[in-house]
């Protein structure tokens, strides 16, 4: 079975700033696929970035981007030039690719993160 | 193009009886899974539908269980409530069919308080 750990419960950081949520995850798989998503307190969730394990080049988009270590299993999330919109918890997601297409996703318990004007 | 729907958005049940949620995919998602989201636990897989079957199921009791109809909407049922199931119930519906790993769409969630 899978696991994936955010041992961060909780972040704050400074408008503008740059901040980095760590994830960790623990598989037997070779092919995957790595989420982050985003659950402003409206609760909608968003996905923010995906990974597909098989890339070694790190996701990016726009302010959002990943540092994917693969044999280290660690998946972390950087938000550069934090906004107050980023405020939200955040769920690093594991899915790995099945033949018969089924999805289960696993979740961490989140990284609760505060934007401070 | 409407996003994922969830009804009712908040309910109220005492332990014992039981509750049907309802949830309507983004059209043309055939996959649809069901979370359980408490600020203790996080968001536990419930199951996952698609064409109408359940494809997969994660470690809950049998009083949780679901159905997805032709034109994929699902509903999720519990019965015999027990307070512990007092949760914030996410539906999330994607296009994948295949193996290409895709982005869950979520709805709103459904608020169950459980007395």
């Known amino acids: 079975a899978q696991t994936v750990t955010q041992s961060q419960p909780e972040m704050s950081v400074q408008e503008a700033e740059t901040v980095t949520l760590s994830c960790t995850y623990d598989?037997?798989?070779?092919?995957?696929?790595l989420f982050w998503y985003k659950q402003p307190p409206s609760r909608q969730m968003i996905l923010v970035i995906r990974?597909?394990?098989?890339?070694?080049q790190n996701a990016t988009e726009n302010r959002f981007s990943v540092n994917f270590q693969k044999a280290a299993k660690s998946f972390s999330l950087k938000i550069s030039d934090s906004q107050l919109g980023d405020t939200a918890m955040y769920f690093c997601?594991?899915?790995?690719?099945?033949?018969?297409?089924?999805?289960?996703?696993?979740f961490g318990t989140g990284t609760k993160l505060q934007v401070i004007p | 193009k409407a996003g994922v729907t969830q009804t009712p958005r908040y309910l109220i049940k005492t332990r014992g009886q039981q509750v049907t949620l309802s949830c309507s995919p983004i059209?043309?998602?055939?996959?649809v899974s069901w979370y359980q989201q408490t600020p203790g636990q996080g968001l536990q897989f419930l199951f996952e539908?698609?064409?109408?079957?359940?494809?997969n199921k994660g470690n809950f009791p049998g009083r949780f269980s679901g159905r997805q109809f032709s034109n994929s909407r699902s509903e999720m049922n519990v019965s015999t409530l027990e307070l512990g199931d007092s949760a914030l119930y996410l539906c999330?519906?994607?296009?994948?069919?295949?193996?290409?790993?895709?982005?869950?769409?979520f709805g709103e969630g459904s608020r169950l308080t459980v007395l």
């Open positions: 598989t037997s798989e070779n092919n995957y696929y």
């Open positions: 990974q597909e394990a098989y890339k070694q």
């Open positions: 997601a594991f899915m790995k690719e099945s033949p018969g297409g089924y999805q289960k996703v696993t």
């Open positions: 059209s043309g998602h055939r996959s």
């Open positions: 539908y698609f064409s109408e079957t359940q494809r």
């Open positions: 999330a519906s994607s296009l994948t069919t295949g193996t290409s790993g895709g982005e869950l769409f």
